[in-house]
């Protein structure tokens, strides 16, 4: 007797899990990992050491460091879920 | 991007449980959008100086260096969310969740520019008018200015917000600022007013392990089968053992109400997130029956099964042993916490010098940070070596209030005392406080005897 516009909510497509999934949990690693690296390294500091005349201000340098991170965690767990997922299904008969 | 996901058009329910679903959403926000604006010894009470890399928590500052301070805390709210998981199931989800509080405040939003829920879904369906632009160019506009607030507001705990409040007011906030601002508003109205309980279904890690804490004498919200079963309609005046039927009239109100889209009478599903509206739902409806309330109530499996329920059990005291274990950790060290930090670098030029009169000297480079807010004056001490001296520094430093400062200094010893490699303790003390004191170890390096 459920009305027909309360079916409950459909599903989100198995792509569209995967995409948020992927990005939303490497965005929580990513403030983790910013949170530890930049209270144990200043950026003025760090960035100076690639380029003497380099410089940044603090801001920018923490901001560089998250996306850096968030980047990285997007390509490592996009990576991990798009070989899990397109793997050869075992054959069950073998 | 959201077609495929239907979309849920929770219906309004008064009662106990939105009652203080409404208190906690009003305290929680209140909270987070005041408390930027709070002072603290003429300074924001609350800032988190990522510029200075320095944190201020009312009086207290803290350095990167009490890094394992917040990694203690972290580990304390992380052990909190289990405890009061295993206890009474996702409270957190329900009330304290920013995911619920934000969308609980733009589904109000909502109710107050497109009605009801059935007139939200008439709307929706009605063919563009001037009404339905009229409202829904209401909504927006309310949940923009809403959202661009609490950017606003997120970034007011990064930089001074009074200053950022004229900067705005000048229209000359600085690039990255204004990106985090519009960055955090931007994901606010993404995930309050559209996302919503797809966040809680496919993006929350929690939402997936949390049932690993449950137990059967964990409080859940549960429907009762015995009672309600078999459901179905029936006139007030039926007497429901007669006409052989349980207490639930299948009205759905529980099923509109939620904000997931569930039926908890299929029992505890992962999408729950407990905001006990059902509960409410369905107490407003046995209300008007005359039946008693709770056919979908708080309660445990133990209970349902008429089986009592242990509060008390292993699992709680574990989790409430190292919980207090932790607090007692993070309080003590906090307490006797000694707002200095003294670095001493070896200079690594030269192992030692030898002076005339057989004295053999040693260099360091000692750096005092000062973390109070308060300038302080130090003594300086070394021992470590019979007869061991400093020079190029007087007997006191004094350091301003949050300043380091970098000093090189000369030990000096007898050659018949220092010899070999010898382990020296530098000692820097508060002259108007003696409990704030630090001592550090260095090596002092001589001839081989």
């Known amino acids: 007797m459920i009305s027909e516009e309360y079916s409950g909510a459909k599903q989100w497509s198995r792509d569209k899990q995967a995409v948020f999934t992927v990005v939303w949990i490497s965005f929580l690693s990513a403030a983790i990992g910013t949170m530890v690296f930049f209270a144990l390294f200043d950026p003025v500091d760090l960035f100076g050491i690639f380029d003497e005349d380099l410089e940044i201000s603090r801001d920018a340098g923490y901001a560089a460091g998250f996306f850096f991170f968030w980047i990285l965690c997007v390509l490592c767990s996009g990576v991990t879920a798009y070989l899990v997922r397109t793997a050869p299904k075992r054959n069950a008969k073998h | 991007m959201y077609e495929s996901a239907k979309k849920i058009y929770p219906r309004e329910i008064g009662g106990r449980f939105a009652n203080l679903s409404n208190l906690a959403t009003i305290v929680l926000l209140g909270l987070f959008y005041a408390v930027p604006w709070f002072n603290w010894d ?131 906030v600085g690039g990255w600022t204004l990106f985090w601002g519009l960055f955090y508003g931007f994901a606010t109205y993404g995930n309050a007013g559209y996302m919503r309980e797809q966040v809680c279904k496919y993006m929350c890690p929690y939402a997936r392990f949390q049932s690993a804490m ?63 509206a059902c509960i409410d739902a369905c107490d407003s409806i046995m209300d008007k029956m005359d039946y008693p309330r709770g056919l979908v109530r708080y309660t445990t499996e133990h209970a349902l099964h008429n089986e009592g329920t242990r509060v008390l059990r292993p699992r709680m005291l574990v989790y409430a042993t190292i919980l207090l274990i932790l607090i007692a950790g993070l309080t ?51 021992t470590g070596v019979e007869g061991i001296t400093l020079d190029g520094v007087g007997d006191t430093l004094t350091v301003d209030g949050g300043g380091v400062l970098s000093v090189p200094v000369r030990a000096r010893a007898h050659r018949d005392n220092a010899y070999g490699i010898m382990t020296i303790h530098f000692t820097v003390k508060a002259i108007d406080d003696e409990a704030v004191t630090l001592a550090e170890d260095s090596r002092f390096l001589g001839p081989t005897p």
């Open chain 2, 214 to 276: 449950f137990d059967k004498d964990t409080l859940i919200i549960s429907y009762d089968e015995k009672r309600g079963e078999p459901r179905g309609g029936r006139k007030r005046s039926v007497d429901p053992k007669e006409a052989g039927l349980g207490d639930c009239i299948d009205c759905q109100l529980c099923v509109q109400v939620c904000p997931t889209g569930i039926d908890i009478r299929e029992g505890l599903q992962y999408e729950c997130i407990a905001c006990a």
């Open chain 2, 332 to 382: 003590t060290s906090m307490a006797t916490r000694t707002p200095i930090i003294l670095d001493v670098i070896r200079d690594r030029n030269a192992l030692y010098r030898e002076l005339p009169g057989d004295i053999i000297e040693n260099s360091y480079t000692l750096k005092v940070i000062n973390q109070d807010n308060m300038a302080r004056t130090f003594a300086l001490s070394v």
């Open chain 2, 42 to 172: 003429e300074r924001q009470a609350v800032l988190f100086d990522l510029p200075a890399r320095k944190f201020h928590l009312l009086g207290l500052t803290l350095w990167p260096q009490d890094f394992p301070y917040l990694a203690m805390l972290l580990m304390i709210l992380a052990l909190s969310l289990f405890f009061f998981t295993a206890l009474a199931g996702r409270l957190w989800c329900g009330f304290a969740c920013p995911q619920t509080v934000w969308t609980e405040i733009f589904i109000w939003m909502e109710q107050w520019t497109e009605g009801t829920r059935s007139q939200r879904m008439k709307l929706d369906k009605a063919p563009w008018s001037w009404n339905k632009l009229r409202r829904k160019g209401a909504k927006q506009f309310l949940w923009i200015t809403f959202s661009m607030w609490t950017g606003f507001t997120f970034v007011g705990y990064f930089t001074p917000v009074r200053e950022l409040g004229a900067e705005l007011l000048a229209l000359n």
